[in-house]
């Protein structure tokens, strides 16, 4: 999804906006911008291809600036083209980012175009720019103008005019000859002190919908502001030098040091001050934050991939997100949790994509294992529903990001029906999930960038299955024998994955296969459905091969009618309960030619044969049974992928972060 790296600092900051958009590239983008302040006046450079054409781009233009923004746009409103690529400018004064939607955007654009403004661009994003400057005092306007009219002739009568004169003085210019114009043009306009905060502050009153913004005025060429709504910015704090990201991912490397703002906040930064107002305009303090791992992230290691790097990654990422946490106790989640959990009588999950899945993976477990009836919703659907809401309802939203759209519009919602009790899993400490929900469990899968989840997904999965205990035992559904059992199976879990990432070569025979069909079939039953679903999701999303997902009792319900023996069959077939009944669905598939692929547990007696190959997968681990095939289908989908040669982390269309509707 969209990203913002902003930059204000007393030297050079163009290689810190570039490295920035390269950090940002995993959350998907269509098309990329960068915009510096030099002579007086915004700049900027857009491209339609990655960030690597746009940085050739930079160096040929010469930037270089102590001030500036960039961003990576995935289009909303309006193609991906070259003019609608942010940074977005306004007057030929204002340089702006956005991320978010702006909900009221055809009025804003009816009454600034009334006022005069030229609309170049389909963005939502321009009507922003352009009330900033109609918002700023017409003091600042015309004190600016003698600025912009001095850099226009720059720009026109080339090196006398168009470079400064220290610069030109270097190159061994005439001094008698060369103007000493920017040390005139500064003195004569000096900045009209936080005339652009003002305008910003009351610019996002008039606002309806999701911002993060940074911001920067020709006539204050010392500041950048920001504001944030809905979408998430953050404050790097450096030497000399302060920034502004949409996630501190990009600033990995230049600082350690972060402020999340908070919704409704703007921010004023100079290389030496920041001044944070909150929605009511009052000076506001915020936590300073010392994130330390960052700049490991990034790194490939021997991978090809992220996403093949974080599959791996997974036995640790369980381990750690496990490691003290099997105790069952109700602190893990909040220190308010037991007297939630022992008030609470069902629980309402939502989420979406990925994240979806696990949670309704999670209505198995919720209601065999802690008796709990559970509704799973899909989020998008239920913040438009007339759902029925109960007080005593415990309200789950699971997101590896913590900043989806649409689970944290589902979640306010079903606030605002009276359901108070809320827990958010979530992978990202600083998200606004977690600033949402009275509890939280943090996975600690750590930083996700390939773009299909993956250790977020089972790390989620970890965090549910520790609920559902926790929550059996609060409701006394639990035994201790039965308590101790599951434990066991959860400190198991890392060895066990080990073991399914063994299969890897086996994976890859299948996946040679998959990459030559265009449609895949995936069968499951009770919680193995979910991970059919999960995997024909991770299929679809990064081989671009349409893929379906049934319980396999349904397939004579209709589906059965696409079985041909161009069709490859996915079936997850772990030894529990259901297996005879799942076995009566393979035959179904295979008599009429379908061909079958078979994760198959020990003891199944499923074996590769004309029409079917068996994969034998470890032993079943019980209810944790669906994370070892989860894995197994992310590895067939990375594989197919790659045979395909797609682009695997960052595939066609897709965001990580999707902080848009
Ligand atoms: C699929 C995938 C998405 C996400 C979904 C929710 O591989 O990654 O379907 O699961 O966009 O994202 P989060 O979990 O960040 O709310």
Sequence with gaps: MCGIVSAIARHNIVPVLIEGLRRLEYRGYDSC?????????????????????????????????????????WATHGAPVPDNAHPIFSRETIALAHNGIIENHEALRKA?????????????????????????????????????????????????CGRSRSASLRDGGDPAAIPNTRNDDVTQCKPLKNALADAVRAAVQQLRGAYAIAVFHS??????????????LVVGIGEEAHFLASDAIALA?????????????????????VNITDSNGARAEREL?????????????????????????????????????????????????????????????????????????????LESIAALPTQVEIASEYRYRSPVPHPDTLVVAISQSGETADTLAALKYAHALGQAQSLAICNVATSA???????????????????????????????LFILTVTLGKVRARVAPSAEDAYRQQLRHLPVALNRVLALEPHLIAWAETFAGKE?????????????????????????????????AGELKHGPLALVTDAMPVVAIAPNDALLEKLKSNLHEVRARGGQLYALAEPETRIDSDIGLRAIRMPEHEGPLSPLLHAVALQLLAYHTARARGTDIDKPRNLAKSVTVE
């Design 33 to 73: 911008g960068i915009a510096v302040l030099t002579d007086g006046a915004p700049r900027r450079v857009r491209s339609i291809a990655r960030v690597e054409d746009l940085a050739a781009q930079v160096e040929k233009a010469g930037f270089a600036s102590g001030i500036g923004l960039a961003h990576t746009r």
């Design 112 to 160: 600034l175009s009334a006022q005069g403004y030229t609309f170049v661009s389909q963005t939502d994003s321009e009507v922003i720019a352009h009330l900033i400057h109609s918002l700023l005092p017409a003091s600042s306007l015309e004190h600016f103008s003698a600025r912009l009219l001095l850099a226009r002739a720059r720009r026109q009568y080339g090196d006398r």
């Design 433 to 463: 999930m977690v600033r949402q929900t009275a509890l939280s469990f943090l996975t600690r899968a750590g930083a996700e960038i390939g773009v299909a989840s993956t250790k977020a997904f089972t790390a989620q999965l970890a965090a």
């Design 289 to 365: 934050r010392v994130l330390t791992s960052l700049h490991q992230i990034g790194a490939l290691g021997p991978y090809q991939h992220f996403m093949q790097k974080e599959i791996f990654e997974q036995p640790r990422a369980l381990a750690e997100s496990i490691a003290q946490r099997d105790t069952f106790l109700p602190s893990c989640f909040g220190e308010r949790a037991r007297a939630v959990f022992e008030r609470i009588d069902r629980a309402l999950i939502l989420a979406c994509g990925s994240s979806y899945y696990a949670g309704l993976t999670a209505k198995y477990w």
């Design 253 to 273: 490397g230049e600082t350690e040091r972060f402020i999340f703002l908070e919704d409704g906040d703007v921010v004023e930064l100079t290389a030496d001050t």
């Design 219 to 232: 006539a204050e060429p010392h500041c950048i502001v920001g504001a944030r709504r809905g979408s998430p």
């Design 519 to 551: 449609n895949a079939l995936f069968l499951g039953r009770g919680m193995h459905y979910p991970i059919a679903l999960e995997g024909a999701l991770k299929l679809k999303e990064i081989s671009y091969i349409h893929a379906e997902a049934y319980p």
